[in-house]
């Protein structure tokens, strides 16, 4: 998917004298995120321009611990505003979501507008500016959960959610998260369980609020779990 | 299918195979030794470019070719995994992440030594975190075997490597987009040309090479068997195996490595177990939720391979198929694709931000029964009006999921709003005049 063609020749290492230029006064930004055409054009925020202000770090409380990570996370990178996204989960898991607090903390240590953040937090599905809880049930309500009729799975955890007072979790119904060989499934912190009936539930959710690991053995992973390839049919029922 | 045929899932119930021990036993970095301390660069991406392997991703682009657009000398070069598998239906790079991560790890390197580089990155869908852990794990274990890192295996050739993790985005699979999200931005795909590979089209503005996970695991096996018996399984055009993922309406789920060209009956039926007692496939999707549907007759003899299922108006994509039985309404199903795509749009193009958006609306009014004739037109309109006009294929993969089930199945479309019409009708006589409810209809209200 190349042009044939290719660019006209140019280095883009940094210590090329074009690129050297543009470096000047742009702190913490290497000269790769400047766009060659049209420059500037999508570059979200320019911290030299605009009202919009770069929080000093002298100025934000920033717990050590959380200012360490976004910080190692920077340094994995050529560019260290790819760690955006990873300083983001770091903040959220820090404070169970992104308030206005943790999006400044994470401004100042990147160096980087709050507004610039935000924009990212409200793009992708798993950041969080409301507290919607530290853990998650996302049920997979997608095509092929669709097919197995995953909405009275969601149905039911939603219920049972709250007639057992489930607490700090956000329920959703969540597009395809991959693991339609579990169909219906739903991800709970991370750990894939399926495949579901709206009868497991009460159990899912009552393990979820004891501390307990929902559904031993019918995580994705778990020892006993179908292996690849060769699962067992999942329930299957008439459509209505 | 034989034992003899897998390649990619051939160790894949070993226990243990996640961890460097494991795979090493089982032959695993010998492939990277041969490319790196007995092949030049050029070697190696001429084995891939005779292989034709082709992007398992969803574009089916010739993967050496690819890698041959990259410039090398003076610039620096970026070898981008693309693991963020979040098409519906799509579980086969789970799979092969959760499993066997150090052959994508390998295939990975091979690649990045043909092309020269000088960073290695896995972007990951956000939602796989026990995949992601286990990633950063082998790469860690790469680390210490030498196989990345300064002075890969003695030959003087550095690399780093990291496992980065998205949050949620099925529009940063889409290559420019992921460039854009891996930068730290919004996943907004990019104007091309450039391309990824040029001079300041990749990453970092630096040439990169994006290639799916499968793509990649399929490299080692090229070079360590070499080009011609790679070819022995697979078609002329479509070499080589497939992993295909298969659910929806059928008995077994999951992943299964088929040799290119088998017939869409020996998957759904043969390997998947077919729908459900009494139930008849009405239709598939044979390349993910993007791909256009064939229904039963005319898809399930169908070979499966790149150049068969593009001859017949749809695509073999990522090689996920999605299996609709006769007992399911197609107007939900193709309603919940739709929001799908909705969901995902990010909203930097008209015709997909607004065409999503209209789609499900009129396919809520005919899942409801609000529709009028001419919904159905202009829901035809509306998905040739997405196709060709935006800056990426997301809108075009809805357009063509839907528009192939509104053409093949347009009686059922206003079949189905039909039925839905009259049992409004009939609910609201029952609701305003109860009486009267036994007594013809009184029209649209
Ligand atoms: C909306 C959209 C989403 C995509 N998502 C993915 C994805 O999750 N994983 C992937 O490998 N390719 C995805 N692709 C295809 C990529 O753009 C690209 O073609 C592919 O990564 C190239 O790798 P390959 O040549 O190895 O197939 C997507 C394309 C589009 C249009």
Redo the contacts between chains.
């Keep these: 998917?190349?042009?044939?063609d290719?660019?006209?020749?140019?280095?883009?290492?940094a210590e090329h004298p074009l690129v050297a230029d543009r470096l000047v006064g742009l702190d913490r930004q290497?000269?790769?995120?400047?766009?060659?055409?049209a420059a500037g054009w999508?570059l979200?925020a320019d911290p030299d321009k605009g009202p919009s202000v770069v929080p000093q770090l002298a100025d934000v409380d920033v717990p050590p611990e959380l200012q360490d990570e976004i910080e190692y996370r920077m340094s994995?990178?050529?560019?260290p505003?790819?760690?955006?996204?990873?300083a983001?989960?770091t903040a959220q898991r820090h404070h169970g979501y992104l308030p206005p607090l943790a999006i400044l903390q994470v401004a100042a240590v990147m160096k980087v507008t709050p507004a610039y953040l935000s924009?990212?937090a409200s793009?992708?599905?798993?950041?969080n500016e409301e507290p919607l809880g530290r853990h998650y049930i996302?049920v997979c309500?997608?095509?092929?959960c669709?097919?197995?009729n995953a909405k009275r799975v969601y149905d039911a955890i939603v219920e049972a959610a709250e007639k057992l007072g489930l607490e700090d979790t956000d329920v959703r119904a969540?597009?395809?998260?991959?693991?339609?060989?579990?169909?219906p499934m739903a991800?709970v912190d991370?750990?894939?369980v399926g495949p579901l009936d709206p009868s497991d539930a009460p159990e899912l959710v009552l393990a979820l609020r004891e501390g307990r690991v929902p559904l031993p053995g019918r995580g994705?992973?778990d020892p006993d779990h179908?292996?690849?390839?060769?699962?067992?049919?999942?329930p299957?029922e008439?459509?209505p | 299918m034989t034992e003899t045929n897998l390649r990619l899932l051939k160790d894949i119930d070993e226990p243990g195979l996640h961890t460097i021990d494991v795979y090493e036993r089982r032959g695993g970095y010998s492939a990277l030794r041969r490319a790196v301390t007995e092949l030049e660069p050029d070697e190696v991406l001429e084995q891939i470019s005779e292989a034709e392997l082709l992007g398992r991703g969803g574009a089916a682009f010739a993967m050496g070719m690819k890698a041959g657009f990259v410039p090398k000398g003076d610039t620096d070069n970026y070898m981008l995994v693309n693991a963020d598998e979040s098409e519906p239906g799509a579980f086969k790079d789970r799979v092969l992440m959760q499993k066997t991560p150090h052959l994508l790890i390998e295939g990975c390197l091979i690649a990045a030594r043909a092309i020269d580089a000088v960073q290695a990155i896995i972007y990951i869908r956000g939602e796989y975190e026990h995949q992601a852990d286990i990633l950063e794990r082998a790469v860690a274990e790469a680390y210490e075997r030498g196989y990345v890192g300064k002075d890969i295996l003695g030959t003087g050739w550095d690399l780093e490597f990291v496992v980065h993790r998205g949050a949620g985005a099925y529009i940063a699979g889409e290559e420019m987009a992921l460039l854009d999200s891996l930068e730290g931005k919004r996943a907004h795909p990019r104007m091309k040309p450039p391309y990824p590979a040029n001079v300041g089209g990749g990453v970092y503005q630096g040439p990169t090479l994006v290639n799916n996970v499968e793509t990649l695991c399929n490299v080692p096996y090229i070079i360590n068997f070499g080009v011609e018996e790679y070819r022995k399984l697979g078609t002329e055009q479509s070499t080589g195996t497939k992993v295909v993922s298969v659910s929806g309406n059928v008995r077994r789920p999951g992943n299964y490595e088929v040799p290119m060209g088998v017939t869409c009956r020996e998957i759904i039926y043969g390997l998947a177990g077919g729908p459900p007692e009494g139930r008849e496939v009405k239709c598939f999707l044979p390349g993910g939720s993007s791909s256009p549907a064939l229904t039963g007759d005319e898809g399930l003899d169908l070979r499966f391979d790149f150049e068969t299922l593009e001859a017949a108006g749809s695509m073999l994509g990522s090689g996920s198929v999605i299996v609709v039985d006769d007992s399911q309404p197609l107007v939900p199903f193709a309603l919940r694709l739709a929001e799908f795509y909705r969901h995902e749009s990010c909203g930097k193009c008209v015709p997909c931000r607004e065409g999503t958006n209209w789609t499900v609306k009129m396919l809520e009014r005919i899942d409801s029964g609000e529709a009028t004739p001419m919904d159905f037109e202009l829901l035809a309109q509306v998905q040739t009006n997405i196709i060709g006009n935006c800056l990426c294929l997301l809108g075009d993969s809805m357009a063509m999921a839907v528009g192939s089930m509104l053409e093949k199945f347009r009686d059922e479309f206003e079949r189905h709003a039909e039925e839905a019409r009259a049992r409004n009708e009939a609910a609201l006589v029952e609701q305003s005049a109860p009486e009267l409810a036994a007594a013809p209809s009184i029209g649209p209200m």
Excluded: W
Aim: aromatic share 10%; net charge negative.
């Design positions: 998917m190349a042009d044939r290719g660019h006209p020749n140019g280095s883009v290492r290497v000269a790769s995120t400047k766009p060659s055409v999508d979200p994995l990178y050529p560019d505003r790819s760690a955006v996204m990873p983001l989960k924009s990212i793009f992708y599905d798993m950041f996302y309500t997608s095509v092929s669709h097919l197995v969540f597009e395809c998260l991959g693991a339609c060989d579990m169909q991800s991370g750990r894939y994705l992973d179908m292996p690849a390839g060769a699962g067992d049919p999942p299957q008439e459509a």
